[in-house]
């Protein structure tokens, strides 16, 4: 079967599985994945759009077969040959995205060309210029009157229609978000005028403003619990004028000259082997299966005791949810923004990026803004619960039982017992190992009036019988 032929049935396969358990407005009929969105989509208003990017999606999923390439038998000698940053190979070993979500390698407005040039999956190398804008700013205040040049993405600053940059981080690796690339020291969250999966990818007043005060704050409680936080530096050019996009509260950050162009901001983090975590892997590229012989990187590890290290790795999963226990702070812990630490071959603690997802009691962080505050306590779980188990270790879980021929509740017990042994409170360990579990409605959600509100349904809790 051709990577066309494959990336049309991975496609029209999440498209059927969204069918089963989303409220979408018609059945999940037809022959191929766009024939179903457009069944699916029929009635909406929006079917036509829909209908379009999936098969901007079946496009970018072939172009990510056709990458694929086998895995080293010696991973770790991989990836430190690969790039000054270790874990890029990791990185860029996902092939296909989001586990779930039918638009995982859709590319917004990029020419396979430059999906070739920027995506992660085809080992793209780019220089990422920096910019120093005349009138530019910075999150930290001991940065002076020297702020940093502003990081922008290749794409975007053509875009923009930037000259030339003042300085450039050459042979910088896009991660697996197209959009966040590793200079070897940095990793580099930038903005781009480009739609991937859900949404356009800006970076926002709210998350300029509230990274750093998050990673400051909560980084003594997550080291307790076994997470380390990767702190962000915001930089940012300064927008002409007033910008409505994210409410007047957010306009102005950290300066009073005026709001941040989300379109000409980047977040700045240090690279996990550079704060002591040289063996940082993304849980998602833990599932992700050798295209020659299929077995899981996760597997690669395991040597002669897969059910030892399989606890081991459970162990060091579950810190979020002791975090939450711990501070009521709820991490979005999925596959992209959560990577295992490793000592040897074991997983020995987590590296957790990005805050934009996360959700905190707002009496205890009356500084931060946008939807961050949230005071429901069970609002807050759904969004940790929702990352980690229904589509993070579910996707791990998939891949250990396929390879070894067993059944996966042999490994859900030991998710069952190590969250049993937490001593969580009831509605908690209620909400984990008994009750349905939340999961986000991707699909649903672009045929909606508003595709980036948040549409939630319930999956069967796969703890409950194990």
Known sequence: MDATARADRIVADRLRAAADREPLPGPATGADAVAIASSIGAGSPHADRFTAEVAAAVRGTALALEAARPHPTDLWAAAAAEHPDPSVWFEQAVLLGHPVHPLARSRGALTDAEIRAYAPEHRARI?????????????????????????????QARRRGLGAPDRVWAGAAPLMSLRTVATGRWHVKTAVDLQLTSAVRHVSAASIRNGAALAARLADPAKRTGIALLPETAL???????????????????????????????????????????????????????PSDGRPIAVAFTGDDPASWWEAFVAVALAPLRLFADTGVALEAHGQNTLASFTGDRPTSLVYRDFGGVRVPPGDWPDLVGDLP???????????????FPTTLTSIVDAFADWSGTDPGKWWSAVA??????????????????????LKATTAMRLADNPVDDIWIRVDNLLAAA
């Open 127 to 155: 220089d990422l210029g920096r910019y120093g804008f005349a009138r530019r700013a910075t999150n930290q205040p001991d940065a002076g009157t020297e702020v940093p040049p502003v990081p922008v993405h290749p794409w």
């Open 417 to 438: 017992a190590e969250v049993q042994g937490m001593g969580l409170e009831s509605w908690i360990a209620a909400a984990v190992l008994r009750d349905p579990w939340p």
């Open 374 to 388: 949230e005071p429901d306590p069970e609002k807050r779980l759904v969004k940790l619960l929702a990352a980690l």
């Open 236 to 290: 940012w050019a300064l927008a002409e004028g007033p910008r409505g996009d994210d409410g007047p509260d957010l306009a102005v950050a950290a300066t009073a000259d005026g709001p941040p162009d989300p379109g000409l901001s980047a977040l700045v983090r240090p690279a996990p082997h550079v704060v002591g975590h040289p063996r940082a892997v993304p849980l998602a590229a833990l599932a992700v299966r050798c």
